[in-house]
């Protein structure tokens, strides 16, 4: 365990010299005012604010990569990502974009009426109101339909959700699920994982609110028999009505399904089980992620879950190798899906590997459209931005659509802390002269809230995107360092599928204006000194 660590030697750690005399000279006062009921808890997190964001990890140029055109120079554009993860090829007319949060809703409610075999989901956490009753209510309906009818006897409900997202309240996730656990106990699982970096007294004394900032299980993948959808969202009434995200549907794509339906149940597996009594357990001979030991549990949910990744990418090679040495056609086969899974708190890196190699590729001439709901890229990803010869049209919430806007507490400082960091990052474009390749826009829309994450790959010279990148990264500190993500790739010839993906990025860009030097310094983006102070601190855990 790390040694205990002062709070000048956090400041020293987590802020520039500048502001450092001003936050250690008040620091004293401010603690001496602390809650003496129980003292402050921050100091715990130290060890984890101390952490360091490593240099982009060197990844060698192909020759002739950038402006790669044709089916051939296109596939071997991408090629390399078959090196770290699973390829699977399937027909693009198989994959579909949805646009809108009401129609990733009821593309969930049917698949999951209709379901025969396995009902998979992966989210933050299940909310708490009549619509996610109402996706309650469609499993009940197909377990029950599954018990009476003959022709599907054998159909499986598998949740994963966070364990501390999941338990907060006292209704939340669980008791939305305790009934179908208790009525279909050989049908229903429900697995809560839980991060190994919240224990001890951390664990004891951070406030459950707060809890999560540690670290979660982010991933979302909603999966219905051999159909899945990828997406950012979580299972929440905004994610249904009001907040905009990302969603992919993956039609009859059996390969890819059953790749997400084993992650999800490796990660179940070194999970909490819940039980139909409300309590939870360990699968037998699994190390308890907080009342275990760190190192042992870490290793042995990264050897259960990279078995899945491993064994699928050596059957996916075998199968590429036998359909070419008989000579079989790719027909409609079209496009390409990775899977990339970061799961750094587990040792797994996959997915920020992928993205920086990706942003290093990135050439003259190329075009990437970047979007996230918290504009926080980490220092590495922020480095090949600013150092990279692509043009970058980068998509973030304005204030009034940052889904903390309004909150109470240090959370309303949010949207207010992500204003500091974009222009800082706009400084930094201008002092470098690249405000034509490099572009920082807003969304903006009435009553509505922004979550959507991933990027569009436009190779030079084309006019419709040939890559895209979706799934829960947010790009950020916690993306890459705290949370468990996955999303997928998915490089395609397929130009109908070109055209949904060129149409998505439209759509959202056209609800965006373009940040400049004048936006920073309108009234309303004012940055009190206070969250200037913190921002840091947000940086690592929002």
């Given at each position: 365990?790390?040694?205990?660590m002062s709070?000048?030697?956090?400041?020293?750690?987590?802020?520039?010299p500048?502001i450092?005399?001003?936050?250690?000279r008040?620091?004293?006062?401010?603690?001496?005012?602390?809650?003496?009921?129980?003292?402050?808890?921050?100091?715990l997190?130290?060890?984890?604010?101390?952490?360091?964001?490593?240099?982009p990890r060197?990844?060698?140029?192909?020759?002739?990569?950038?402006?790669?055109?044709?089916?051939?120079?296109?596939c071997g554009?991408?090629?390399?990502?078959?090196?770290?993860?699973?390829a699977?090829?399937?027909?693009g007319?198989?994959?579909?974009?949805l646009?809108?949060?009401?129609?990733?809703?009821?593309?969930?409610?049917?698949r999951?009426?209709?379901a025969?075999?396995?009902?998979?989901?992966?989210?933050?956490?299940?909310?708490?109101?009549?619509?996610?009753?109402e996706?309650?209510?469609?499993?009940e309906e197909?377990?029950?339909?599954?018990?009476?009818n003959a022709?599907?006897?054998?159909?499986?409900v598998s949740?994963?959700?966070?364990?501390?997202?999941?338990?907060?309240g006292?209704t939340n996730?669980?008791?939305?699920?305790?009934?179908?656990?208790?009525?279909?106990?050989?049908?229903?699982?429900?697995?809560?994982?839980?991060t190994?970096?919240?224990?001890g007294?951390?664990?004891?004394?951070?406030?459950q609110?707060?809890?999560?900032?540690?670290g979660?299980?982010?991933?979302k993948?909603?999966?219905?028999?051999?159909?899945?959808?990828i997406?950012?969202?979580?299972?929440s009434d905004s994610?249904?009505?009001?907040r905009?995200?990302?969603?992919?549907?993956?039609?009859?794509c059996s390969?890819?399904?059953?790749?997400?339906?084993?992650?999800v149940?490796?990660?179940?597996?070194?999970?909490?089980?819940?039980?139909?009594?409300?309590?939870?357990?360990?699968l037998?001979?699994?190390v308890?992620?907080?009342?275990?030991?760190?190192?042992?549990f870490?290793?042995?949910a990264?050897?259960?879950?990279?078995?899945?990744?491993?064994?699928?990418?050596?059957r996916?090679?075998?199968?590429?190798?036998?359909?070419?040495?008989?000579?079989?056609?790719?027909?409609?086969?079209?496009?390409?899906?990775f899977?990339l899974v970061q799961?750094?708190?587990?040792?797994i890196?996959v997915d920020?590997q992928?993205?920086?190699r990706?942003?290093?590729?990135?050439?003259?001439?190329?075009?990437?459209?970047?979007?996230?709901?918290?504009?926080?890229?980490?220092?590495?990803?922020?480095?090949l931005?600013?150092g990279?010869g692509a043009?970058?049209?980068i998509?973030?919430?304005?204030?009034e659509?940052?889904?903390?806007?309004g909150?109470?507490?240090?959370?309303?400082?949010?949207?207010?802390?992500?204003?500091?960091?974009?222009?800082?990052f706009?400084?930094?474009?201008c002092?470098?002269?690249?405000?034509?390749r490099?572009?920082?826009?807003?969304?903006?829309?009435?009553?509505?809230?922004?979550?959507a994450?991933?990027?569009?790959?436009?190779?030079?010279?084309?006019?419709?995107?040939?890559?895209?990148?979706?799934?829960?990264p947010?790009?950020?500190y916690r993306?890459?360092?705290r949370?468990?993500?996955?999303?997928i790739?998915?490089?395609?010839?397929?130009?109908?599928?070109q055209?949904?993906l060129?149409?998505?990025?439209?759509?959202?860009?056209?609800?965006?204006?373009?940040?400049?030097?004048?936006?920073f310094?309108?009234?309303?983006r004012h940055?009190?000194?206070?969250?200037?102070?913190?921002?840091p601190?947000i940086?690592?855990f929002f």
């Amino acid at each position: 365990m790390a040694a205990p660590m002062s709070w000048r030697r956090l400041v020293y750690s987590v802020y520039s010299p500048a502001i450092t005399g001003v936050f250690t000279r008040i620091s004293d006062r401010l603690f001496r005012a602390r809650d003496r009921r129980g003292g402050s808890s921050v100091l715990l997190l130290a060890p984890l604010l101390a952490e360091a964001d490593p240099a982009p990890r060197h990844v060698s140029r192909p020759a002739g990569s950038a402006g790669a055109q044709g089916t051939d120079g296109l596939c071997g554009h991408f090629q390399w990502i078959a090196e770290h993860v699973p390829a699977f090829r399937v027909p693009g007319t198989r994959i579909h974009i949805l646009t809108s949060p009401d129609q990733f809703y009821q593309t969930m409610k049917a698949r999951i009426k209709t379901a025969r075999r396995r009902v998979v989901m992966a989210s933050l956490y299940l909310g708490t109101g009549q619509l996610e009753q109402e996706l309650v209510d469609c499993m009940e309906e197909a377990l029950r339909r599954s018990q009476e009818n003959a022709d599907a006897p054998d159909l499986k409900v598998s949740i994963l959700l966070d364990y501390t997202r999941g338990s907060r309240g006292q209704t939340n996730s669980r008791t939305m699920l305790l009934p179908l656990l208790q009525r279909f106990v050989s049908q229903m699982r429900v697995s809560l994982y839980h991060t190994p970096d919240l224990r001890g007294l951390l664990r004891l004394l951070v406030p459950q609110r707060f809890n999560e900032t540690i670290g979660v299980q982010h991933i979302k993948v909603y999966l219905f028999d051999d159909s899945i959808i990828i997406s950012g969202a979580n299972l929440s009434d905004s994610y249904f009505t009001n907040r905009q995200d990302r969603y992919v549907l993956l039609e009859n794509c059996s390969e890819v399904a059953d790749f997400f339906s084993d992650l999800v149940e490796a990660v179940g597996d070194v999970s909490l089980q819940l039980q139909p009594d409300d309590s939870v357990t360990m699968l037998e001979g699994m190390v308890h992620p907080y009342n275990g030991n760190r190192q042992d549990f870490s290793a042995a949910a990264r050897k259960r879950i990279m078995e899945v990744v491993n064994t699928a990418q050596v059957r996916q090679q075998l199968l590429k190798e036998d359909s070419e040495d008989d000579g079989m056609s790719e027909g409609e086969e079209d496009t390409w899906v990775f899977p990339l899974v970061q799961m750094r708190p587990l040792g797994i890196r996959v997915d920020e590997q992928v993205t920086q190699r990706l942003l290093t590729d990135a050439g003259p001439d190329s075009t990437v459209f970047l979007t996230s709901g918290y504009f926080n890229l980490t220092r590495a990803y922020m480095r090949l931005v600013l150092g990279a010869g692509a043009n970058y049209r980068i998509l973030t919430a304005s204030p009034e659509v940052n889904g903390f806007f309004g909150a109470k507490g240090l959370a309303g400082a949010i949207p207010a802390a992500y204003t500091h960091i974009a222009r800082q990052f706009y400084s930094q474009v201008c002092r470098l002269g690249q405000q034509e390749r490099v572009q920082l826009h807003e969304y903006q829309r009435s009553q509505w809230t922004f979550h959507a994450k991933g990027l569009w790959y436009y190779l030079q010279g084309q006019d419709r995107p040939c890559l895209t990148l979706i799934g829960s990264p947010n790009f950020g500190y916690r993306s890459v360092h705290r949370d468990l993500e996955a999303q997928i790739a998915i490089v395609t010839e397929n130009e109908e599928l070109q055209s949904q993906l060129q149409e998505e990025q439209e759509v959202l860009y056209e609800r965006s204006s373009e940040v400049s030097g004048s936006t920073f310094e309108r009234p309303d983006r004012h940055v009190k000194l206070w969250v200037k102070l913190v921002t840091p601190l947000i940086k690592n855990f929002f």
